[in-house]
């Protein structure tokens, strides 16, 4: 008997858990508390700042020359865009399936997103999508890269060459992934990372920026510290890091000095770990795809590596009795004692992206036309939404053994899909 059913379930948790708990993010904290700053806009007390250092080190993991981190993610593509100088009457193209901040924050900057379908292999953006939406006002493509995949890096490239429109890549869920040698997040004009708590690397809240662009740089400072930038010259006790340009109007995004010690204390686990998680997800693919109604995602020949956020699997929804996705991850809880749940809906359907609900973002019926987007349709988000189950990385980073039990966990519910 199913476990949904009352009868014994495969296992009774004992997965791993996020965010990590270690006693060395324990000690940096506490140093942080101890120190007399916490913040990267307070006076200077004779000890480097946790946050250039985790900018130094964050930088170097990505292979890139500069990071800017952040109070989170949706700060980091606030000032990305803003770094571009793009703000009214502009057009950023972005994926219809992500996480709503892709989308919202183009709207913060008073550019207009705009929604394309997904690739059906990657489930990231389409590159002939976002081609046939270009016009003489589209100023960036952010590609996002999602779930264990990446948006094909090589096509938005290209496209980008031929274009000249800059890209931004959200890797908020891609820390360390690998597309042809080079990280993600560090291909586009700039790249933006969350460290939210379920994020593959956190502070709890927390966001960077990455780029190789000096000019770029020096932006992003200011516009992440109400416009002020690093100084240069030697630091003095009680002097500030931190001066007024004039040349970038900025808000508040900074990091605090206790978040940037908790990344600090994590970063050289992180390698490790991602590839645990992928070699983990290698393992469940080739079992789960065994099943033959169960569809791993094609990993693109150019993704290296990939990083793990969450694990998503496409479903033939006849062989589980055409039950709604909410029902068979249920199952699949009760069974392992792991949540297992439905991919974000797309946006144009999505109860998080309402921009019409907020008077900042449209001033005339016009705009507010332009902003509508519940009767837009795209199709293949729309399949994947509707056919697909999704696991957290935290799942990931124990052994094959972990995977065994959720191969088991399907095939019972196979075999019993009548109970369900
Ligand atoms: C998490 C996430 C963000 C936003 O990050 P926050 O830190 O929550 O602001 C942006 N884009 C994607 C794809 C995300 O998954």
């Given at each position: 008997m199913l476990a949904i059913n009352g009868g014994k379930p495969i296992r009774y948790g004992g997965w791993h858990t996020w965010p990590p708990r270690n006693e060395k993010t324990i000690t940096q904290v506490t140093k942080v508390l101890?120190?007399?700053?916490?913040?990267?806009?307070?006076?200077?007390?004779?000890?480097?700042?946790?946050?250039?250092?985790?900018?130094?080190?964050?930088?170097?993991?990505?292979?890139?020359?500069?990071?800017?981190?952040?109070?989170?993610?949706?700060?980091?593509?606030?000032?990305?865009?803003?770094?571009?100088?793009?703000?009214?009457?502009?057009?950023?193209?972005?994926?219809?399936?992500?996480?709503v901040a892709t989308?919202?924050?183009?709207?913060?900057?008073?550019?207009t997103p705009v929604f394309v379908d997904i690739d059906p292999n990657t489930l990231c953006m389409s590159v002939d999508a976002a081609r046939s939406v270009i016009t003489e006002r589209t100023k960036a493509i952010i590609p996002v890269h999602l779930h264990h995949s990446m948006a094909d890096m090589n096509a938005f490239i290209a496209l980008s060459e031929e274009t000249g429109i800059p890209l931004i890549e959200d890797a908020a869920q891609a820390h360390g992934a690998i597309w042809r040698g080079q990280r993600a997040g560090s291909m586009g004009r700039l790249g933006t990372f969350?460290?939210?708590?379920?994020?593959?690397?956190?502070?709890?809240?927390?966001?960077?920026?990455?780029?190789?662009?000096?000019?770029?740089?020096?932006?992003?400072?200011?516009?992440?510290?109400?416009?002020?930038?690093?100084?240069?010259?030697?630091?003095?006790?009680n002097g500030m890091q931190l001066i007024a340009s004039g040349k970038v109007m900025g808000a508040n995004y900074c990091l605090s000095e206790i978040?940037?010690?908790?990344?600090?204390?994590?970063?050289?686990?992180?390698?490790?770990?991602?590839?645990?998680?992928?070699?983990?997800?290698?393992?469940?693919?080739?079992?789960?795809?065994?099943?033959?109604?169960?569809?791993?995602?094609?990993?693109?020949?150019?993704?290296?590596?990939?990083?793990?956020?969450e694990y998503i699997i496409g479903i033939d929804r006849e062989a589980f009795g055409n039950h709604p996705i909410e029902r068979i991850c249920e199952a699949l809880k009760a069974e392992l004692g792991l949540c297992f749940y439905p991919p974000d809906t797309p946006l144009h359907q999505s109860l998080l992206y309402q921009p019409l609900t907020k008077k900042r973002f449209s001033n005339t019926s016009e705009k507010a036309k332009i902003l509508d987007v519940s009767g837009l349709s795209f199709p293949i988000a729309e399949e994947a939404a509707q056919n697909s189950i999704v696991c957290h990385h935290a799942a990931f980073l124990g052994s094959k053994s972990d995977m065994d039990d959720i191969v088991v966990a399907f095939e019972k519910i196979l075999t019993n899909v009548n109970e369900l």
């Open positions: 101890q120190s007399g700053r916490w913040a990267i806009s307070g006076p200077y007390v004779n000890s480097p700042l946790f946050e250039e250092e985790f900018a130094k080190q964050y930088a170097e993991f990505n292979g890139v020359r500069y990071c800017v981190p952040t109070a989170n993610g949706s700060s980091a593509l606030v000032i990305a865009l803003e770094a571009l100088g793009i703000g009214i009457g502009d057009e950023v193209i972005v994926p219809v399936l992500t996480w989308a919202s924050t183009v709207l913060r900057v008073n550019a969350s460290f939210q708590q379920s994020k593959v690397l956190t502070s709890g809240e927390g966001g960077a920026v990455i780029t190789n662009d000096p000019e770029l740089y020096e932006r992003l400072q200011q516009l992440r510290a109400d416009s002020r930038r690093w100084v240069s010259e030697p630091r003095k006790l978040q940037a010690a908790m990344l600090l204390a994590q970063l050289p686990y992180l390698e490790e770990q991602l590839k645990n998680c992928a070699e983990n997800a290698e393992y469940l693919d080739q079992k789960l795809a065994s099943l033959e109604c169960l569809y791993p995602l094609k990993q693109p020949s150019c993704l290296e590596r990939r990083t793990v956020y």
